[in-house]
């Protein structure tokens, strides 16, 4: 085996599995033995399964010689430690699940099955998907393969870190603020959000259950597509599921953007952006005019300074709804040396939780109680509300719309874990989509100092072929996403 065998995007080793120049066995024992090699330094992986994946890897060849293989048959994917994987840990990186084998597969997991992947592990990623670096995992920092004293972004830090590291062909994130899309920024590699509604949220542990979205963090925009192609679609356990057809998206991977209109929002160059990433994200925007799209530059979206407020208001406010069953009664670990379950119950939200979900708990807590609904909760409703009308409204003029993805570059480790509010403006860029339940997708697109900047492009609900477009005609035209960091 080579070592570039760990550098194969979706499609590349599709053909290779195809043409049996490889076989999904040799790929998968190339894959493990390269995070075996590379954990110790970039702790990606909470679980590694090494028989599952070379069970599902011989299961996969045999598909492959009776010719009924498809473009995820046999490649190794690895799956965020938040969706439910039947017979495999799956713990939220929190104390509170750290014994908790789910009986069933989320919808995502069960179509991949369904496609012939193989599963070699679950990812990392903040407790219960509250962070923007992978620190507040409880059980390790995750770190950023491009330089490892930093972070990777969060929460599907895990994810962003292996794929980047060549640790996984492709993986799965989640997305409730940003959290696919930051860290693909942070790690440059290709990570997109769906329209919220496109894939199944059946199986998948909620954090904030209006703003969470399921999607892919892949090596280019081409194993984007081939994976959204699995996952997306209507599911009836998910009530949230949107009953809309699902095209091929690979279908619209043409490198001709000519006459679409992309608007460029002047709220997130925002004070406090790093005059590399702002530079970096000009300079990409210009290339995309120079490949025929038409770039207005100074569109305002006057109510984008507020979603961050909204979002720590209603976030929080869904996660302390969502996070009550964890009691040790109903889920969680519990503790049996008490006088009473309410003692019980006490010790183990109190061990069972660590700083930052508790903290957004509290939060949401208060923003629900008797005296402060309507101040908060409400008002922060109705100015999502605004948010999204902007959004409508803007996209009547323009077919896209380009921001970074992220203010900076990644962060030095441990920077900002002493002030939270500092923390939260990681996501300042992401956390409008969400508000909005858009598709956006962030792609590389430079580096300041050898460190990754990503570039996010936010389309029209259920325009994920329009933004998948705009990112591979980018690709096609640069060489940022073929960079990989020297680990």
């Given at each position: 085996?080579?070592?570039?065998?760990?550098?194969?995007?979706?499609?590349?080793?599709?053909?290779?599995?195809?043409?049996?120049?490889?076989?999904?066995?040799?790929?998968?024992?190339?894959?493990?033995?390269?995070?075996?090699?590379?954990?110790?330094?970039?702790?990606?992986?909470?679980?590694?399964?090494?028989?599952?994946?070379?069970?599902?890897?011989?299961?996969?060849?045999?598909?492959?010689?009776?010719?009924?293989?498809?473009?995820?048959?046999?490649?190794?994917?690895?799956?965020?430690?938040?969706?439910?994987?039947?017979?495999?840990?799956?713990?939220?990186?929190?104390?509170?699940?750290?014994?908790?084998?789910?009986?069933?597969?989320?919808?995502?997991?069960?179509?991949?099955?369904?496609?012939?992947?193989?599963?070699?592990?679950?990812?990392?990623?903040?407790?219960?998907?509250?962070?923007?670096?992978?620190?507040?995992?409880?059980?390790?920092?995750?770190?950023?393969?491009?330089?490892?004293?930093?972070?990777?972004?969060?929460?599907?830090?895990?994810?962003?870190?292996?794929?980047?590291?060549?640790?996984?062909?492709y993986a799965l994130g989640s997305d409730t603020g940003g959290s696919i899309r930051q860290p693909a920024g942070f790690c440059s590699v290709t990570g997109l959000k769906p329209t919220y509604g496109r894939v199944s949220r059946y199986g998948l542990v909620a954090f904030a259950s209006s703003l969470d979205q399921i999607g892919p963090l892949t090596q280019d925009v081409t194993d984007c597509a081939?994976?959204?192609?699995?996952?997306?679609?209507?599911?009836?356990?998910?009530?949230?599921?949107?009953?809309?057809?699902?095209?091929?998206?690979?279908?619209?991977?043409?490198?001709?953007?000519?006459?679409?209109?992309?608007?460029?929002?002047?709220?997130?160059?925002?004070?406090?952006?790093?005059?590399?990433?702002?530079?970096?994200?000009r300079a990409a925007i210009t290339r995309l005019e120079e490949l025929g799209a038409s770039i207005e530059w100074e569109v305002s979206l006057a109510h984008t300074p507020y979603a961050l407020a909204v979002y720590y208001i209603i976030a929080p406010s869904e996660a302390s709804a969502n996070l009550a069953r964890y009691d040790g009664v109903k889920y969680g670990f519990s503790y049996s040396d008490t006088k009473n379950m309410w003692q019980a119950m006490e010790k183990t939200r109190e061990h069972g939780f660590g700083a930052e979900v508790k903290r957004r708990i509290m939060l949401g807590t208060y923003a629900l109680s008797a005296g402060y609904y309507d101040a908060w909760y409400l008002k922060a409703q109705k100015v999502r509300t605004l948010i999204r009308r902007e959004f409508d409204q803007a996209f009547t003029k323009y077919d896209a719309l380009i921001t970074p993805t992220s203010p900076t570059v990644p962060f030095k480790i441990g920077e900002k874990m002493d002030d939270p509010l500092q923390m939260y403006l990681s996501d300042v860029c992401t956390i409008p989509v969400n508000i909005a339940g858009l598709p956006a997708i962030s792609i590389p697109a430079g580096f300041a100092d050898g460190l990754p900047i990503g570039m996010q492009i936010i389309g029209k609900p259920f325009a994920e072929e329009t933004i998948l477009k705009i990112a591979y005609a980018f690709q096609q035209a640069t060489d940022w996403h073929m960079r990989k960091p020297n680990i």
């Open positions: 085996m080579t070592t570039n065998h760990n550098r194969l995007t979706i499609h590349e080793a599709h053909k290779l599995l195809k043409s049996k120049e490889l076989s999904s066995v040799e790929l998968t024992k190339a894959t493990l033995e390269r995070i075996h090699n590379l954990e110790p330094k970039v702790h990606a992986f909470t679980t590694i399964t090494d028989e599952l994946a070379l069970r599902q890897a011989q299961k996969a060849d045999e598909f492959i010689a009776a010719g009924n293989s498809n473009p995820l048959t046999g490649i190794p994917v690895l799956v965020k430690d938040n969706m439910c994987t039947k017979g495999i840990l799956t713990t939220c990186s929190s104390k509170m699940l750290e014994n908790f084998v789910p009986p069933y597969d989320a919808t995502v997991v069960e179509r991949l099955n369904g496609r012939g992947a193989v599963i070699i592990g679950k990812s990392n990623m903040d407790e219960f998907a509250m962070g923007s670096s992978t620190e507040n995992s409880a059980l390790f920092t995750t770190h950023n393969p491009w330089e490892l004293s930093r972070v990777p972004g969060g929460s599907s830090g895990g994810s962003a870190a292996a794929v980047a590291a060549g640790e996984a062909i081939l994976v959204l192609n699995a996952i997306a679609g209507y599911d009836t356990r998910d009530s949230t599921s949107a009953p809309q057809p699902t095209p091929d998206y690979t279908q619209c991977l043409t490198a001709d953007i000519k006459g679409l209109k992309i608007g460029v929002p002047k709220e997130y160059f925002v004070e406090g952006i790093q005059p590399e990433v702002a530079a970096a994200i």
